[in-house]
């Protein structure tokens, strides 16, 4: 398991579960509630491009991978 060590109130180091990713509908989620804040329309060619305008800024490849995933189940029309 991976741990991160924290500082607690006391000082002594505490070690805590990292943070496991998101998943792919929390990651969709996300998205969806940035281009709704953003007044953006909500169909499947903006969500595309905000798909692929985020696989283009990430730099993590694990996100990389899950966002390909999300837009290609977009772009699937079965």
Known sequence: MVTDTYKNASGNSTSLPALAPPSGEETLGRV???????GQEINRHSLCVKLAAQIDLSTDPALEAQLSELL???????
């Open 72 to 78: 290609g189940l977009v772009l699937n029309k079965s």
């Open 32 to 38: 969806v509630m940035e281009m709704l804040r953003g």
